[in-house]
């Protein structure tokens, strides 16, 4: 029996075919035409190379948006917070009075903020020509928040009165320190340092023509001085440019009625100082 023979592997080769029961036998030439044109196709182009990167956007279709996870993500670069400058807190010296007042109120700069019960700030006509300088608040100021209360601050109206003037018109009051000293004690050269812009600050607020310091202490801290009050009465200081009279503390001359006097003849030297200080009138 003749059979179909084995057919050989061939890869690219010629293949010869023989069929049974003496049926003719398939040239060879003509699967050596066939294997003659794919030997003659041209060759497949290889298979690109995977492209990553920018190169993959631009092989990617329209529709396929794949390609843009492939852009390089920027991290937003956020501000440095530690470079940024901090807010600043305008200096006393740049405070109108609301300002000015406020701090003074919220003040803590030195320990006498821990047992007070108020701030004294001042008090008057904050465009005075007159200005009176004290020392530190006592008990009733502390209580009531305003300087020269109770019998001192009556016969410093009877002072004010018998030169034609009055608390609140044409006169501010302050003091050096603004809250009272435990015991009314004198304050400490630390307490005047921090407390001291504050009347500095009033000053260049209301402009006065004429400065009054009530007691050794006021007198002290405005003409830089250790001077006993003895030694600075009768005469005319300077303070940032204005006249500075100096006088007793009324609180003083409660007890010491004999100086009333000499505190009278203080204040006819700051009203002769004031009236030749004061512009004169215009003419009619």
């Known amino acids: 029996m003749v059979g179909v023979a084995d057919e050989p592997s061939v890869a690219g080769g010629a293949r010869r075919a023989r069929t049974s029961g003496g049926g003719a036998e398939v040239p060879a030439s003509a699967l050596d035409l066939t294997d003659a044109a794919e030997a003659t196709r041209p060759a497949a182009a290889p298979a690109p190379a995977a492209l990553t990167g920018g190169d993959a956007g ?21 501000p440095d917070v530690a470079a940024r400058p901090a807010a600043t807190t305008p200096s006393v010296a740049e405070l109108g009075w609301d300002e000015l007042r406020a701090r003074v109120a919220d003040c803590e700069r030195c320990r006498l903020c821990e047992k007070r019960t108020n701030t004294v700030f001042g008090v008057g006509d904050e465009r005075a020509d007159w ?14 928040g305003e300087p020269f209360v ?73 003409l830089k001085t250790d001077g006993s009050i003895a030694s600075m009465r009768g005469r005319v200081h300077q303070y940032e440019g204005v006249p500075v009279i100096v006088t007793y503390h009324p609180a003083y001359l409660l007890r010491s009625l004999q100086d ?11 009203n002769d100082t004031y009236r030749s200080a004061a512009p004169a009138a215009d003419p009619p």
């Open 58 to 78: 631009a092989a990617a279709s329209d529709e396929d948006m794949s390609w843009f996870d492939l852009e390089p993500v920027h991290e937003p670069v956020l």
């Open 131 to 144: 200005m009176l300088v004290g020392e530190a608040p006592g008990e009733n100021e502390d209580k009531q």
């Open 150 to 222: 109770g019998q001192a601050g009556k016969l410093l109206d009877n002072m004010l009165r018998a030169l034609a003037l009055k608390r609140g018109e044409n006169v501010y009051i302050a003091n050096v320190i603004k809250c009272r000293p435990p015991g009314n004690r004198n304050p400490e050269p630390d307490e005047v340092a921090r407390c001291e812009p504050y009347l500095q600050r009033q000053v260049a607020l209301v402009k006065p023509k004429l400065i009054v310091a009530l007691g050794r202490f006021a007198a002290q801290t405005l």
């Open 260 to 270: 009333k006097a000499k505190a009278w003849s203080d204040l006819c030297l700051a």
